[in-house]
């Protein structure tokens, strides 16, 4: 079992002739990933060959999806357009797009994330994120997939960096699914919306959570927890020895007051009952500890 991408997602690349689409497209195939087609509009009807396999281009999202069933799009698009390519992956009613472009502004991710909710049909994670990978079954993003295998720990994660640290950490024990969701101030998928999806899925006996300063996530998090999941939650929250009043890291690491800070996230985790770790390496042995 894994959570919002699996054995049978068809996916497409948005920005595949691009650099990073054509190089991460590669490293998606070479980690399973069944990737159909791809999209970059006026390049409709070339081929991308990739050691060997042949994936068709279309002009659109819509024309990609006719032909091939796709159901879950990559964006590897420019910030200028990334507006445009997730409202095209919406109406084609892809039930998942992964958003890895930074830099994209605030207004048209505000733009897109209510166009999707309007929809209903589709699950936007990021932007400016990695994406998730459910190990040695399907990749969407850039996470490197030679550090994991499957297992039993869910991983939702606001750094990538950091995502990539901790599969590394238990990348013996290994992972039903790692999500990393993106550290801007508007994001598709929360961590909520992970904790839930790994409460509910049978085969996730544990939970990892990466947070960082700023905002009021990893509160609204622990609130969560403890109303609603019963399994085992190791928290990270970057960012404790932050200098104060020196903006650090993603464009949601803001903090307000006491709001936002390291110590007010702990705080709040620990008293949901999470297991919080002051560096990945410890959270990863109390993630250790807690699975022996």
């Given at each position: ?5 699996n ?49 068709p ?14 159901d ?18 919406v109406d084609?009613?892809?039930?998942l ?10 207004h048209?991710?505000a ?18 994120c990695?994406g ?27 750094s ?13 024990l ?19 919306d ?47 020895t ?15 007051g ?15 009952g999470v ?12 993630m ?5």
């Amino acid at each position: 079992m894994a959570i919002f991408l699996n054995s049978q997602s068809r996916v497409l690349v948005q920005g595949i002739t691009g650099s990073e689409g054509s190089k991460h497209t590669r490293r998606m195939l070479a980690s399973g990933t069944n990737i159909v087609a791809g999209v970059t509009p006026g390049k409709g009807g070339q081929v991308v060959d990739v050691d060997g396999r042949v994936i068709p281009v279309f002009n659109s999202v819509s024309e990609a999806v006719e032909a091939t069933n796709a159901d879950v799009s990559v964006v590897f698009v420019p910030p200028r357009f990334a507006k445009a390519a997730v409202i095209q992956a919406v109406d084609a009613r892809l039930s998942l797009v992964v958003v890895i472009t930074e830099g994209i502004p605030i207004h048209d991710t505000a733009a897109f994330f209510a166009y999707a909710q309007v929809g209903g049909v589709t699950r936007l994670i990021g932007p400016n994120c990695p994406g998730l990978i459910t190990p040695d079954v399907s990749n969407a993003g850039i996470i490197p997939a030679n550090i994991t295998h499957s297992g039993p720990i869910g991983l939702v994660s606001k750094s990538g960096t950091l995502t990539y640290q901790m599969i590394y950490e238990l990348r013996d024990l290994g992972f039903s699914t790692c999500v990393g969701i993106g550290g801007d101030p508007i994001i598709g998928t929360t961590h909520i919306d992970c904790l839930r999806a790994f409460q509910d899925d049978p085969n996730t006996e544990a939970i990892v959570m990466i947070g960082e300063i700023g905002g009021d996530a990893e509160e609204r998090a622990a609130d969560f927890i403890k109303e609603y999941v019963t399994k085992p939650v190791v928290g990270y929250v970057a960012g404790f020895t932050a200098p104060e009043g020196k903006t650090m890291g993603h464009a949601g690491a803001i903090v307000s007051g006491s709001k936002g800070t390291a110590a007010a996230k702990q705080a709040a985790l620990e008293a949901a009952g999470v297991l919080v770790g002051k560096t990945p390496s410890q959270a990863a042995r109390l993630m250790r500890d807690l699975l022996a």
